[in-house]
């Protein structure tokens, strides 16, 4: 295992103990982001230590079929914070069309052993774009909102962020992706940053608990 893997995994780990930290007090929104958290570890772990248990030859099947949880899960996540109908309508029509789209570029055209580009590419920019909506929301808001410990914030920030530097190594480029080293270490870079924001945001929400008490 390379070391920016190593360190990937170990922050994924990291990012999804720490939100565990209180998990009865979160909100539906967070325990669901939580879940998705412990999903990616458990895929990360079947792609990179246990291809030789289910006789795969690649990681491609198993990201494939992560592919088909993760962005639903990241948005219904976004529809329960996002106060918009119409993007929540939109997130609703994703929601039933994903799936249908991920079943027919898989059976049809890439396959579950090829690299489902279509679906990646896809999903980054959905979710690009209801983060991007998510954080147009927060900034136009009359509410007064500490970024610093607003958890939200920070998820949808990291998410953007990720994103838009994934989306052109792992959806155009996807064959250099998987068979560059050095491109793989720069994605293992952006995931340490992503889930090393994901443990700020729960870090954060736990200060603002623990500040909120202080004051009981």
Not at 6 to 22: D, K, P, Q, R, V
Not at 28 to 48: D, M, Q, R, V
Not at 57 to 84: D, G, Q, R, T, W
């Amino acid at each position: 295992m390379s070391f920016w893997l190593y360190m990937y995994i170990s922050t994924l780990e990291m990012a999804f103990a720490f939100s565990l930290l209180h998990f009865k007090k979160h909100p539906l929104h967070l325990k669901i982001f939580s879940s998705f958290l412990g999903i990616t570890l458990i895929t990360e772990i079947c792609a990179n230590f246990l291809l030789n248990v289910f006789h795969l030859k690649s990681n491609f099947p198993v990201y494939n079929i992560f592919m088909l949880i993760e962005y639903p899960l990241l948005a219904y996540y976004f529809k329960l914070i996002i106060s918009s109908k119409t993007t929540k309508k939109i997130i609703n029509l994703f929601l039933c069309l994903f799936p249908i789209f991920w079943f027919l570029t898989t059976a049809y055209i890439f396959g579950l052993n090829g690299w489902n580009s279509y679906v990646i590419m896809s999903g980054d920019l959905f979710i690009i774009c209801i983060s991007a909506r998510y954080l147009y929301e927060l900034f136009t808001s009359d509410n007064l909102i500490d970024f610093k410990r607003f958890p939200e914030f920070w998820i949808a920030a990291a998410l953007i962020f990720y994103s838009c530097c994934e989306l052109p190594i792992t959806g155009i480029l996807n064959y250099l992706a998987y068979h560059n080293t050095s491109l793989n270490n720069i994605l293992q870079v952006l995931n340490i940053i992503m889930y090393a924001t994901f443990i700020y945001a729960f870090l954060c929400r736990r200060m603002t608990n623990t500040t909120r008490s202080s004051y009981l």
